[in-house]
């Protein structure tokens, strides 16, 4: 061994450790999902979630109260409807659920919270299929597209900041984005969900809003897991019609794809944290199995991976640990 080269010495001191850190994590990284439920008061927990809830608009409020509390000022939002139908018409219903809780909380706090909406029919149609079905029940992509780019423009015109399509429909970004234009919010940017796997790690999130497909899969429309040039290819058409930034959707099993887009593009990348990773850590630490340091562990690899924001479940219960701490403490 050449005894002059000793990685460890950089290793032997906290201050040491932190100092020489290349990656962190931040607040400021965060965006939280929420979802909230059209019912009049209360909230219901999420049982595939734990800590997680439905909130109704009230609830909703109060929530957002805490997390501005604790510093955390993205959201994206989610929607449940009382009524679902085929082509699922609460979802761009100017008195739709995510609508009215737009404008709820920007009543009540004004440009404090950034709100930026999850854009798809799924959890609004009786289907659960994300977009408008033929006779033979396959999603038809272009009527869905113009569904979706009428969805995104009623969110922006009850007050949303952002939207993001999470369908993945060919040409939806340019639809929304001409949309948008066209009613005078050329100013509005989409962070479009590019690179978005079918995964079974959304398990959890489709207990929660009710949006598991009732026949079939999601195969014919979001991408295959053994495919990482797709992302390529869907990545450059998203590009070329206008998203401002862009998602790689899941996370943890999809670092490559986070650092492949990263090099490929000069858009700030999204990682998202997806249901079945923080449930699955969620459990492994109630269980005792590993530690709860085991989630920033997590997170800090998507960063690493090239992540700029990471959306994640995570993120409020973090906020409020580290406001516990001294942020940056050595360790
Ligand atoms: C809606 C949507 C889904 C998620 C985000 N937006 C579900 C899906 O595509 O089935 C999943 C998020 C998660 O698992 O945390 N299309």
New binding site residues.
């Given amino acids: 061994m050449n005894t002059n080269l000793r990685p460890r010495r950089l290793r032997g001191n906290p201050i040491l450790r932190q100092m020489i850190r290349e990656t962190r994590l931040e607040l400021e990284d965060f965006i939280y999902?929420l979802f909230v439920e059209e019912m009049e008061t209360g909230r219901k927990s999420i049982d595939s979630m734990p800590g997680m809830y439905r909130h109704s608009i009230p609830s909703l409020v109060e929530e957002c109260g805490e997390l501005i509390e604790a510093g955390i000022n993205k959201l994206i939002l989610?929607g449940i409807p009382k009524i679902k139908d085929p082509v699922g018409s609460q979802g761009y219903d100017d008195r739709g659920i995510v609508q009215e809780a737009i404008r709820a909380l920007r009543k009540v706090y004004g440009g404090k919270l950034y709100l930026i909406t999850?854009v798809?029919l799924?959890?609004y149609t009786s289907h659960g299929h994300?977009g408008l079905l033929n006779e033979v029940g396959s999603v038809e992509n272009d009527p869905t597209v113009a569904l979706l780019a009428k969805t995104a423009l009623s969110h922006v015109k009850a007050g949303a900041d952002m939207v993001a399509p999470?369908?993945m429909m060919d040409g939806r970004v340019d639809g929304i984005r001409r949309s948008l234009d066209e009613s005078g919010y050329s100013h509005i940017p989409i962070m479009s969900?590019s690179v978005?796997y079918a995964s079974s790690?959304?398990g959890?999130?489709?207990q929660a809003?009710g949006?598991a497909p009732s026949f079939g899969d999601?195969k014919t429309y979001?991408m295959d897991p053994a495919n990482s040039r797709e992302a390529l290819k869907e990545l450059e058409l998203d590009l070329d019609e206008g998203a401002d930034l862009v998602i790689v959707?899941?996370a943890l099993s999809y670092l490559d794809i986070v650092s492949k887009v990263k090099e490929a593009c000069k858009v700030p990348v999204v990682a998202?944290n997806?249901?079945?990773e923080?449930s699955m850590l969620k459990l492994a630490i109630a269980q005792g199995l590993m530690n709860p340091e085991v989630i920033e562990e997590s997170l800090l690899s998507m960063k690493r991976a090239g992540a700029d924001l990471i959306i994640t479940?995570f993120a409020k219960e973090l906020a409020q640990t580290w406001k516990g701490e001294r942020r940056h403490e050595s360790k």
Avoid: I, T
């Fill in positions: 999902p989610f999850d798809c799924c959890e994300c999470s369908d969900y978005k790690f959304y959890p999130f489709r809003a949006s999601r979001q959707k899941p998202y997806v249901s079945g923080f479940y």
